[in-house]
């Protein structure tokens, strides 16, 4: 019952934070549409900002549409095979792509570090030009860069997730089959 609450505080915190990166960006596109076609002025910095806006919100969305089944799988093995292979085999997927995610997290924080120490272009034209701010109120394309690894990561955590469901059906003897189909919020349980 703790994981359930867990997932459940987990998910509402998720889906505002989307919610929130949504509204943003449909706020800053809408600007810069009014702005362009009533004014005959553009936002130099909209375009840059609603494209690392749709970065996060596409890496942090992933997970939900995993959860819903939403992401291209071949399952057309799996669901030929056998109850006990048809899990080893959904085990060792899953496995293999939460260790696909680990080396992207790794390698992303590694990217993040090693070019993530130069302003956001756009940032720094809004607060160092526009507001006269110090260099170090504009923050840093490290930020952009992250959102490949708390993505994957995320990612990662709810395919291991599954890997616990499948060895706990193969521990009682079920099939795949036996996991209850998809909510009406996407997410099985």
């Excluded at 992207?104 to 030009?129: H, K, W």
Aim: aromatic residues 12%; positive net charge; contains cysteine.
């Amino acid at each position: 019952m703790a994981f359930a609450g867990l997932r459940s505080v987990y998910q509402t915190a998720m889906k505002a934070l989307l919610v929130l990166l949504i509204a943003v960006l449909l706020t800053v596109m809408g600007l810069q549409i009014v702005m362009r076609y009533s004014f005959n002025a553009s936002l130099i910095w909209a375009e840059e900002v609603c494209r690392y806006l749709l970065i996060w919100v596409s890496l942090i969305a992933g997970v939900f549409a995993y959860e819903r089944g939403e992401l291209a799988a071949m399952t057309l093995l799996r669901d030929s095979l056998p109850r006990r292979p048809a899990l080893a085999l959904a085990i060792l997927a899953n496995l293999v792509s939460a260790l696909l995610c680990l080396m992207l997290v790794r390698y992303g924080l590694r990217f993040a570090d090693m070019v993530g120490s130069q302003p956001i272009p756009a940032f720094r034209f809004l607060f160092e030009d526009t507001f006269g701010w110090g260099p170090g109120t504009v923050p840093r394309v490290y930020w952009v860069y992250m959102a490949l690894p708390i993505g994957m990561g995320l990612l990662a955590i709810r395919l291991l997730v599954d890997v616990a469901h499948y060895a706990v059906l193969w521990a009682r003897g079920g099939s795949i089959d036996d996991l209850r189909p998809l909510a009406p919020e996407g997410l099985s349980e």
